[in-house]
Structure formats: structure tokens, C-alpha cells
């Protein structure tokens, strides 16, 4: 599964720049097209793994000034991307590793793991985006690491039935023994005492790495700032759905609102001007 820093708020890629969307648009592209290679509804393991072989040969010729044999149009794009913007094409070669791996990874014995995933499949569009922006220093890198991270955990708590559905589960099973919550008990949907707990536990992790990184979006300029304030308001308000649903994301899946987008926008106004994010930041040794 990837993250897609847009899914929490649909205006948020109207706020890029009018220059940089077209470039923008291109990375998006990449990871939904790579992402669809890679659903499980696509076909096979075994053909999927193929597909992606052949898509990670594209990214190979757009490195090399070569024409791809699939998706030509859009390499083409991604090489031009790189020459123009000076985006390096690591961050793809990541992306397209992380859904290779999830073809064959259904579980994550620790968070160290899950870590690790999140890693190749959220960190590095963050990284593109940044160097799309000329802002690419290590401090910016690392905080957009715990804002794409944060949204990736979202994304994966959002979807826990969904997942479960395909084959995977995303929470750690060193979690899952802690709370002692068993695999039967999702397959079921049993949300009780355990289970809250294991989620508030997922929950304030994902939260703590969200305010570690916002500072970020006070620090970049203009628009693209504005756009990563909203990024940050809409992950916090699904996390604080999931906790509204009493952490119960099998009855259905928490999703936005009308209300919500209101929330979020005055939220975002708010963080942009005065730099509040609307939570207290929390450690990481609370929620180890």
C-alpha cells in the first residue's frame, strides 16, 4: 500500500504552485500507475512481480536517456522531471521496491519493520516533492519522513478491514501480542477492550510522528507550505475519527466530512499562522 499525502484533502493539490503541478502531477502518476501494477485484483503474484520487473526496466531507460518499452510517455515525463527539476530517481526506485515487497510481505513482527516499509513506500515521495522544490536539506528530509511515516500509519489504521481483507496486516505483531489481541479476533472485527487499547497505542504513535515533522510546513514557503499545513490537519482529524468510532474501523471505514473539511481548513488557517498544530506533540518513548 502507498500513501498518497493528498488523499485526506482533495483541494490540497490545487495549493501547489501553478509551475510545479505538471511536475507534481508526473510523480503522482508514477505511484498510482505502479500502484495498480501491484493490487492485488491485478493478477497474479507471479505476474504482478513481472509487471513490475518490466516497470522498474522503464525507470532503467529513463535513467539512461533510453525509451521504455512500457509506459513510454510517462518515463519519458519522469526524465524530464529529473533534468529540469534536478529530482533524483532513487526515491522512484524506492517506491517501486516497496511494492514489490508487498507482494510477497503480509506481516511485520515489529514496528522496526513496519518502519522499514514505510520507509520505501511513503518517505520517499516526500523527498521527491522536496527536491521538486529546491528544498531538500537534511533537516527538511527528516521531518518529511515523519509527517510521510505518520500518514502512512494513517492510512494503514484507516484500512485495517480492507487490508485484512487482501491478505495483509500492517500492525506489528509484537503489538498484537502486547494488547493480546489475536488474528482470529480481526478476522471476526472484535472491537473490544484489547483492541481499543492496541489502537490508541498505534494511534498516538502515528500522532507523535505527525507533530515531529509538522514544524516542517511552517518552514517551507508560500503555497507548498499552506498545502503541507492541510496535509498534516486532514491525517490528525482521521486519526481523530478512528477515535470518535470508539477505534472500531470494522464497522466502517472512518472517513471525512463535510464537517471535517471545515475543521481542517481553520485548523490549517491556523497552523500556517501562528504555527499550532492542535495536539500536544508526544514522545516516542511513551508510545516504544
Same mark, same amino acid.
Given at each position: 500500500m502507498e500513501v498518497d499525502p493528498y488523499e485526506h484533502d482533495p483541494v490540497a493539490r490545487f495549493l501547489l504552485p501553478k509551475a510545479l503541478r505538471a511536475p507534481a502531477g508526473v510523480i503522482y502518476h508514477f505511484v498510482r500507475t505502479a500502484a495498480e501494477i501491484a493490487d492485488v485484483s491485478s493478477g497474479s503474484p507471479a505476474g504482478r512481480r513481472a509487471r513490475l520487473a518490466d516497470f522498474r526496466a522503464g525507470l532503467d531507460a529513463a535513467a539512461n536517456g533510453r525509451a521504455a518499452a512500457v509506459h513510454p510517455l510517462l518515463f519519458e515525463k519522469v526524465a524530464v522531471v529529473s533534468a529540469q527539476h534536478g529530482v533524483p530517481l532513487a526515491p522512484f526506485y524506492d517506491l517501486v521496491a516497496s511494492f514489490e515487497h508487498d507482494i510477497d510481505t503480509t506481516?511485520?513482527?515489529?514496528?522496526?519493520?513496519?518502519?522499514?516499509?514505510?520507509?520505501?513506500?511513503?518517505? +520517499?515521495?516526500?523527498?521527491?516533492?522536496?527536491?521538486?522544490?529546491?528544498?531538500?536539506t537534511p533537516a527538511n528530509l527528516a521531518a518529511s519522513d515523519a509527517i510521510c511515516t505518520s500518514l502512512q500509519l494513517v492510512h494503514l489504521w484507516q484500512d485495517v478491514a480492507i487490508d485484512w481483507n487482501n491478505g495483509h496486516l500492517y500492525l506489528p505483531l509484537a503489538d498484537l501480542a502486547r494488547f493480546g489481541v489475536t488474528e482470529s479476533q480481526i478476522a471476526r472485527g472484535t472491537c473490544n477492550d484489547a483492541w481499543r487499547a492496541l489502537m490508541a497505542h498505534e494511534i498516538a504513535y502515528a500522532r507523535s510522528l505527525m507533530v515531529r515533522g509538522a514544524p516542517l510546513a511552517r518552514r517551507l514557503p508560500g503555497r507548498f507550505g499552506l498545502e503541507l499545513c492541510s496535509v498534516v490537519q486532514g491525517g490528525l482529524r482521521i486519526l481523530e475519527r478512528i477515535e470518535q468510532a470508539d477505534?472500531?474501523? &470494522?464497522?466502517?471505514? +472512518?472517513?471525512?466530512?463535510?464537517?471535517?473539511?471545515?475543521?481542517?481548513?481553520?485548523?490549517?488557517?491556523?497552523?500556517?499562522? &501562528? *504555527?499550532?498544530? *492542535?495536539?500536544s506533540a508526544l514522545s516516542f518513548e511513551g508510545h516504544a
Open positions: 506481516r511485520y513482527g515489529n514496528r522496526a519493520a513496519l518502519a522499514e516499509y514505510c520507509n520505501r513506500s511513503a518517505n +520517499p515521495i516526500g523527498h521527491l516533492l522536496l527536491h521538486l522544490i529546491g528544498a531538500a477505534y472500531d474501523v &470494522f464497522r466502517q471505514r +472512518p472517513v471525512l466530512e463535510t464537517l471535517d473539511w471545515c475543521i481542517i481548513a481553520a485548523r490549517t488557517a491556523k497552523m500556517r499562522l &501562528f *504555527g499550532s498544530v *492542535g495536539v
